[in-house]
């Protein structure tokens, strides 16, 4: 009996030690959500409608501020280095981040720039000025994703990205690039049905933006107010620009909100033309904002500024 009561009461410890070790024990870590990284507006909106909840998406860019002119920070640099992804266009307007992936061996870049074909700016406004390039990005166009089109296979190349990076949320990926292509097309439709009412196809804009916007829709960027990266518009060039206005009877002048309408304002006031804003969606003023919104908004103004 004695030995009975001894293995009742060791087999009791026994258990208890395990249940208290079972009940103790800390839950496996999950694995942590991938940290995609977009440089510019455009690319961060179709990111993050891609991602969902099963990846972390992040801009690099701050608000209301032109990559041609934005310097990476020492924050950029340790966010670059933590990612499993990094979105950029290439082309030129967003090569400062090439260096923030140095320290960061095992991310995969996707270069849209690339892989959609560009097409050449050469606005009458700069093809007449001495020692003037006819666009400062050099002769492609980097602003690709004005064109709706463009923009679905930019939506596309990012599920193919994510996919490879994170298998486990194929399929749930793929479910949102089809919806957010659908908007897509949606979009590209309505911009279609406007264009053909539009009394106007030129006009002029505040940089050499709009060429994909334009070759479109049946439009076209006759002049530009203000090279990339330069201070402002040399009076040749105003005089110029002000001339091209009245010669071939454009409406109107887009300015942007990033950037200083003060020059766009000089040249309305010499021409008596409208002003209107075009957004270029490299940019953004709220993160509330989406590529379609923006791109609606664009349309209005064509609308308002070209009927």
């Known amino acids: 009996m004695h030995l009975i009561r001894r293995s009742i009461f060791l087999s009791l410890i026994l258990f208890g030690s395990l249940f208290f070790t079972f009940c103790s024990k800390p839950p496996a870590a999950q694995s942590p959500k991938p940290l995609v990284v977009a440089t510019i507006f455009n690319y961060y909106d179709a990111l993050r409608a891609i991602a969902g909840d099963d990846a972390d998406a992040v801009i690099l860019l701050t608000p209301a501020t ?143 933006a709009y060429d994909y916007l334009a070759h479109r829709y049946g439009l076209k960027q006759v002049a530009a107010l203000q090279e990339v990266g330069s201070d402002g518009m040399a009076p040749a060039q105003i005089n110029r620009v002000i001339a091209i206005i009245k010669e071939r009877h454009v409406p109107v002048v887009f300015s942007e909100t990033a950037l200083n309408s003060g020059q766009a304002e000089a040249v309305v006031s010499a021409t008596g033309v409208k002003l209107g804003i075009l957004q270029p969606l490299e940019t953004y003023d709220d993160l509330n904002d989406t590529y379609l919104s923006l791109m609606r908004k664009n349309l209005e103004e064509l609308k308002k500024n070209m009927q």
């Open 66 to 208: 032109s990559p041609h002119e934005y310097s990476p920070t020492a924050k950029d640099k340790a966010t670059v280095s933590r990612a499993q992804l990094l979105i950029r266009n290439g082309l030129g307007i967003d090569d400062w981040a090439r260096t923030l992936a140095t320290d960061n061996p095992k991310l995969v870049q996707l270069v849209i720039g690339e892989s959609i074909q560009a097409i050449e700016t050469k606005e009458e406004s700069l093809t007449d000025q001495p020692g003037h390039e006819a666009h400062d990005h050099g002769v492609k166009n980097p602003h690709i994703w004005l064109d709706p089109k463009n923009q679905e296979k930019i939506a596309e190349q990012i599920l193919q990205a994510l996919s490879e990076i994170d298998p486990a949320h194929k399929e749930s990926y793929a479910n949102r690039t089809a919806k957010y292509i659908a908007d897509l097309e949606e979009l590209d439709g309505q911009f279609l049905a406007a264009a053909k009412t539009f009394k106007y196809k030129e006009f002029v804009g505040f940089h050499s």
